[in-house]
């Protein structure tokens, strides 16, 4: 194919989602070479690859695909026509060994009997291709031993034998060490030099010199400038990511701060986060942000026990306590609101009254058993105060919209009366009224003595609603400053920063 016809190209994309939009967008990527994507956290990147690699279809425009117009229908028909996402969760099968996952698709057939795989073959063609690669791992090992990065070098490993004309690469660096991301900008670069087009989603601005030849800056589901990687420099990137904050639209309420009731020091969870230290004060909202792969969610399940530390210490209100579990967590006063309500949030086959009282139990025990009159008056008061619709105790919460599970699982915690609440990613996916609501509710709870670590992805909100602001990059605290003095443009420095 010449190079000078785009293998792919975008005419002005449109998608509407509940609460994100894709507007006009106009990109276009040829056979060998490398279109860096860049943008803030939700500003579209992933949602746009996601399009490109047939996981919705677009409710506008064009795609031109090899020259024809094209609809991938699903991932399956995307991948069967060349198109490969190599997604920033690595979608990968636990169970199976090494070899299987970066062969899986092409795995070659015992005898040639259908469902009967050549082991002893696919793991020699691992052991070669990974000696070629310079990739130290065990093609025999189970997928499900190993960690975030060895994985992002396996799912580099199967796209380089995946035989795509174009493959997405999201994030592939997040958590890679330096030795690690030479080994993933070698198979780039050989991927380069087969023909294959690539988009390469980034925050690491120096990996933009380093493997890309242009660079397209996305903003709110927009596409701000395409430009040749050598015209461009990391201060206007970030200019040109950061746009114009909003805070008017938060009701974010000034007021004194006490003492301090949580002291951080020193916390490690190799390879990740790494000598993470701050402080929380009482009546306080600290708002923590950085680019995926820094360590937001990571820090949010060590702090309420889901995951055991490597190193550091945490104390409560000036005495040391242990973490390693939930129920220790809570019993020290920390009430952890997950990022994936979905996954780790809420019962959706139970009713409202189940949900809500789930996490409290202990607070309605009269003489053995559950005070059902005060649980269901309770849970009412509840519904009131967060205006959850329709608010029936018996509603099972599969039948709410997104805004209102969020409500209810908020509502739990409170309940739960808790001295310090991490909320992370609390009004992710959530219409806008649903988001005040949340927020009047966070006002509420500091002015009433408690402290809150808000996680947040977006900048705009962690500025609207934060009293000190803490940024992460590389699993390490890269900046910390006070409401007043941060701005988005100089938060994204930091988030962007080289270790």
């Known amino acids: 194919m010449s190079r000078t016809r785009p293998l792919i190209e975008l005419k002005n994309i449109r998608k509407a989602f509940e609460d994100f939009r894709l507007e006009e967008v106009d990109i276009d990527l040829r056979a060998g070479e490398v279109h860096v994507i860049v943008g803030e956290n939700g500003s579209g990147k992933s949602t746009l690859m996601k399009l490109i690699a047939g996981w919705f279809p677009a409710d ?35 169970n199976l ?3 299987e996952n970066v062969y899986f698709g092409r795995l070659p057939r015992l005898w040639g009997l259908p469902g009967l795989v050549d082991l002893e073959c696919v793991q020699a ?10 990739i130290g791992i065990d093609p025999a090992l189970r997928l499900g031993g190993l960690g975030y990065a060895e994985r992002q070098l396996v799912a580099a490993a199967h796209g380089y034998v995946s035989g795509a004309d174009l493959l997405i690469f999201d994030e592939p660096s997040s958590a890679m060490t330096e030795p690690d991301r030479a080994i993933l900008f070698d198979i780039v670069a050989r991927l380069k030099g087969r023909g294959v087009g690539i988009f390469y989603i980034s925050h690491r601005m120096d990996e933009i010199n380093r493997v890309g030849d242009r660079v397209t800056v996305m903003h709110q589901g927009r596409i701000r400038a395409t430009e040749a990687c050598r015209d461009v420099d990391r201060d206007s ?16 309420l000034s007021g004194r701060r006490g003492p301090v009731t949580m002291r951080v020091t020193d916390l490690s969870l190799e390879p990740i986060l790494k000598g993470v230290t701050f402080t929380l004060r009482r009546g306080e909202i600290l708002g923590i942000t950085g680019l995926m792969g820094s360590g937001r969610t990571l820090l949010a399940n060590c702090l309420f026990g889901g995951v055991r530390l490597h190193g550091g210490r945490v104390e409560i209100d000036g005495r040391s306590v242990s973490l390693g579990h939930p129920g220790e967590a809570m019993a020290c006063g920390i009430s952890l609101i997950p990022e994936d309500r979905a996954v780790n949030g809420i019962f959706p086959r139970h009713d409202l009254l189940q949900n809500m009282t789930t996490a409290t139990l202990r607070r309605f025990r009269r003489g053995g058993v559950l005070d059902d009159l005060f649980m269901r008056e309770l849970t009412s008061d ?3 105060e967060m205006s959850i619709q329709p608010g029936a105790n018996e509603d099972i919460l599969n039948t709410y919209s997104g805004g209102n599970q969020q409500k209810v699982m908020v509502s739990r915690w409170l309940m739960n009366r808790s001295k310090i609440y991490i909320m992370d990613e609390p009004t992710r996916g959530i219409d806008a009224a649903s988001k005040v609501d949340i ?6 709870m500091v002015d009433k003595g408690a402290s809150i670590v808000l996680i947040s992805s977006e900048i705009e909100e962690i500025l609207g609603m934060s009293d000190r602001i803490l940024v992460l990059a590389g699993g390490r605290i890269a900046a910390e400053m006070s409401g007043e003095e941060a701005s988005k443009e100089r938060i994204l420095e930091y988030a962007t920063a080289e270790e």
């Open 125 to 134: 063609d691992c052991r070669s291709l990974f000696a070629d690669l310079g």
């Open 60 to 94: 506008g425009g064009a795609v031109l695909y090899k020259g024809e117009p094209v609809r991938f229908r699903s991932i399956n028909d995307a991948q069967a026509k060349g198109v490969v996402y190599l997604h920033q969760d690595v979608q990968s099968f636990e």
């Open 382 to 384: 509840y519904v009131r």
């Open 237 to 252: 990137l970030v200019r040109m990511m950061a746009g114009e904050a909003n805070r008017n639209r938060y009701p974010r």
């Open 97 to 99: 060994s090494v070899a």
């Open 439 to 444: 927020y009047n509710t966070m006002n509420d």
